[in-house]
């Protein structure tokens, strides 16, 4: 089981750029990495994924070193509506098909004016 | 398009009764299932998944259970509920591809246990 480790909480302000970084230092070869976002009372939403080096959609960014051991999400010129719990995944891959999807603490990001 | 239904939105229950939570998932075939839930202010415990028809794998021992009596539908139950049920519970599902990672959830259900 790759477990992952990220920081509890993050404060920025509005038009930062905000960097959230992941350790997942028992990562498998196949595994591939995942963002979700979620809101208060709401379920997790699915931001973005990567296997390896950089991904980039028209929210985040997700950059991964070559060892793959640690992974950072990128969020471009933060408002107050990115505060949120942000959860880095790492695969795990189940046996039959699909992944078992383990979400751990997350990261609270709180971004003010 | 996918969509994933969960009810009801919001439930009061005794402690010592029954429960019994459904979702349902709608525009695929043979997704992954999921429950999890989350106490106030933490994160997310996986509960059950189910990568098929009675196969469902159980991560937390508690008293409460799942089922998938159809392929789209996931149930999860319990016979007597205890104070420490109380929480957020969501129900999510994926495509069935060991690479895919992306989960869609439901709205899930507040759980009170009074």
């Known amino acids: 089981l790759a477990k992952t480790t990220q920081p509890i909480s993050m404060d920025s302000y509005e038009g930062q750029e905000v960097n959230i970084t992941c350790s997942h230092n028992n990562i498998a070869t196949n595994d591939y990495i995942t963002w979700y976002q979620q809101f208060p009372s709401q379920g997790p939403r699915f931001i973005i994924q990567?296997?390896?080096t950089k991904v980039t959609n028209e929210v985040a960014s997700l950059f991964i070193p070559a060892d793959r051991k640690s992974s950072t999400l990128s969020l471009p010129r933060v408002s107050l509506s990115d505060t949120a719990v942000y959860y880095c995944?790492?695969?795990?891959?189940?046996?039959?098909?699909?992944?078992?999807?383990?979400f751990g603490t997350g990261t609270q990001l709180k971004v003010e004016l | 398009s996918q969509t994933i239904h969960q009810w009801p939105a919001t439930l009061v229950q005794p402690v010592g009764s029954p429960l019994s939570l459904e979702c349902t998932v709608e525009?695929?075939?043979?997704?992954?299932l999921y429950w999890y839930r989350q106490a106030a202010g933490r994160g997310l415990q996986l509960l059950f998944y189910?990568?098929?028809?009675?196969?469902i794998s159980s991560e937390v021992p508690q008293n409460l259970s799942a089922s998938r009596p159809q392929d789209r539908q996931f149930i999860l139950s319990s016979k007597k509920l205890l104070l420490s049920d109380s929480g957020f519970y969501l129900c999510a599902w994926s495509m069935p591809d060991r690479r895919n990672t992306e989960a869609f959830f439901g709205q899930g259900t507040r759980l009170t246990v009074v």
């Open positions: 995944l790492v695969g795990d891959m189940v046996t039959g098909g699909g992944n078992k999807l383990t």
């Open positions: 525009g695929t075939s043979n997704p992954n």
């Open positions: 990567g296997y390896k």
């Open positions: 189910s990568i098929g028809i009675d196969q």
